[in-house]
């Protein structure tokens, strides 16, 4: 015999599948024919849902938004006398992106965006977060601004609040100006962490009469190591591990110095954080031991960049030997300048960690080989990853507000016979990682607010053109938009501020 909560499910899920088969019906053509589908009429049968729905909905006011970086989606590289970036160099350099292209147009984002503002408006999105190209402002990284640097952004700001939607910025997106890597070997030296802090201090000063939430730098992590660890990222640098070390501390000090200088030049109430890539470490099995065990193993996994940031040091264990970075204490006091919330970019579990009687307290389960994955190999489906990151970040480190600022997946993306893209596999993934998002906010966790990377197909790195991640596909031939089933998934959860 069913027990009352088994019975409780069950009817659930029926009204789920009703509430979805109207749904489907009503949203012909995916009911997303952006951009007409502004008008986003969505299934009003869920006003009469009994309780589940409410105990299961996302906080009230919870911010739903979409993310795309400038070198990713822009393209326009040579125009209104932006400068190259890194990435520039390094996409054009042979061998270095698998289709060998390069972001020199992308979805061309600097042109049409205007267009791809409908599109987040027809998801019903409230707010965007998008990076600005550092050298498009400063073409040479320090020095005189160029006049029109900040032309795009002004523009690309005003339509977000002319159509409802809150720009979130990023000022660190990985386009370092190719003017800071040839003068100073870029984040080698400390001297790029002030330029880029007086960067900074120029944007912010300019646009937070609008823009309210900055974001200093985007994943430290990757780009440290990626970047000039295995060169696999621009500039495409193999340093050896203290050189790396060395690296890592600039960055955490150009994120500090940021914050100081945001603060100092930006209209009081401006909002300030990172968003990190934390290296995530989710409990193999929840038991108490082993929630304490992973969250040791996310300070100390974290030390170079979150641990740093929220405790004002490194860990003893990351000081230990002859690579540890060198750094005065003063760098400490700007590296954990307070901040106003925490950013994280949440894809994938990197470690499931088991309590162990050792000298660091966990063991790290080595992934099987039958571990799935999406369709990049990296991107292993961990939905609870989306529920304890932001909950050992709470907890460990008392944070107090965070916004995810990254999730999401890449898929095959392949139109079937009637020429939609039924991306159930990008639908499976965003459904189960947020069911984990909306149990972490119903306990407490606070996060006020989520992006989906991506909006729309873009540039994916060393990837090319051969991962998408968007809720719209682009054919990169035409620039055509199209949405993709994951978008009306994305259009529906937020009409009902609950997983759909
Ligand atoms: C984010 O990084 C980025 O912020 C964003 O620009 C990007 O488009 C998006 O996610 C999707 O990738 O060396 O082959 O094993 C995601 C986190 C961590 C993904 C490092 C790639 C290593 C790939 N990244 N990971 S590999």
Redesign the pocket.
């Known amino acids: 015999m069913a027990t009352r909560l088994q019975t409780r499910e069950m009817m659930a899920s029926n009204q789920f599948s009703r509430r979805q088969f109207a749904g489907l019906a009503a949203a012909s053509a995916l009911g997303l024919s952006a951009p007409s589908a502004a008008s986003g009429q969505t299934d009003r049968s869920r006003k009469s849902e009994p309780k589940r729905r409410a105990r299961s909905t996302f906080p009230k006011g919870f911010l739903w938004g979409t993310a795309t970086?400038s070198y990713?989606v822009e393209g326009a590289v040579n125009e209104d006398g932006r400068g190259p970036s890194i990435w520039d160099r390094f996409a054009h350099t042979p061998g270095t992106i698998s289709d060998r292209s390069t972001g020199d147009t992308a979805s061309d984002h600097f042109h049409r965006y205007k267009e791809d503002v409908q599109l987040m408006k027809a998801l019903g999105t409230k707010a965007y977060r998008f990076s600005i190209a550092w050298p498009r402002v400063f073409p040479e990284g320090t020095g005189s601004p160029n006049p029109k640097g900040l032309d795009f952004y002004n523009r690309l700001v005003d339509e977000l609040l002319a159509n409802g939607i809150a720009p979130f910025a990023t000022l660190y997106?990985?386009d370092l100006p190719q003017a800071l890597q040839d003068r100073f070997g870029g984040w080698t030296s400390r001297d790029t962490s002030k330029a880029f802090a007086d960067y900074s201090a120029y944007v912010a000063a300019r646009l937070s009469d609008r823009v309210k939430h900055f974001f200093t730098i985007?994943?430290c992590?990757?780009f440290v190591?990626?970047g000039h660890g295995?060169g696999?990222d621009a500039p495409g640098l193999k340093l050896p591990q203290a050189e790396l070390n060395q690296v890592r501390h600039h960055v955490a000090l150009g994120h500090g110095m940021a914050v100081r200088a945001i603060r100092a030049s930006a209209r009081a109430g401006t909002k300030v954080g990172p968003?990190e890539?934390a290296v995530s470490c989710i409990p193999a099995i929840e038991t108490p031991a082993n929630i304490r065990a992973a969250e040791m193993a996310m300070r100390e996994l974290n030390a170079g960049y979150l641990t740093v940031i929220l405790e004002g040091k490194y860990p003893d264990t990351y000081l230990a030997g002859k690579d540890a970075p060198k750094f005065t204490a003063e760098d400490l006091r700007i590296i954990s300048s307070p901040l106003d919330f925490v950013g994280l970019?949440v894809?994938?579990p990197d470690h499931y960690v088991i309590a162990a009687e050792n000298e660091r307290g966990f063991t790290l389960a080595p992934f099987p080989a039958s571990f799935p994955h999406m369709k990049?190999?990296?991107?292993r489906p961990g939905p609870e990853t989306m529920y304890w990151v932001p909950r050992h970040v709470a907890k460990v480190w008392n944070v107090k507000s965070i916004y995810i600022t990254?999730n999401?997946t890449?898929g095959s993306d392949q139109p079937a016979a009637d020429g939609t893209i039924y991306d159930v596999d990008r639908i499976m993934y965003l459904r189960n990682y947020l069911a984990q998002l909306q149990r972490a906010t119903s306990e407490g966790v606070p996060v006020s607010g989520y992006f989906l990377?991506?909006l729309m197909d873009?540039f994916?790195?060393?990837d090319g053109f051969e991962?998408r991640?968007g809720l719209y596909h682009v054919d990169f031939e035409t620039q055509r938009r199209s949405p993709k089933l994951s978008a009306s998934f994305y259009r529906e959860t937020i009409a009902r501020n609950a997983v759909a």
């Not at 990049?376 to 991107?379: K, Y």
């Open positions: 970086s990713q997106h990985w985007n994943e992590s990757r190591h990626l295995i696999a968003a890539n970019n894809y994938t990049a190999t990296w991107l990254e999401g890449s990377w991506s873009n994916e790195w060393g991962q991640f």
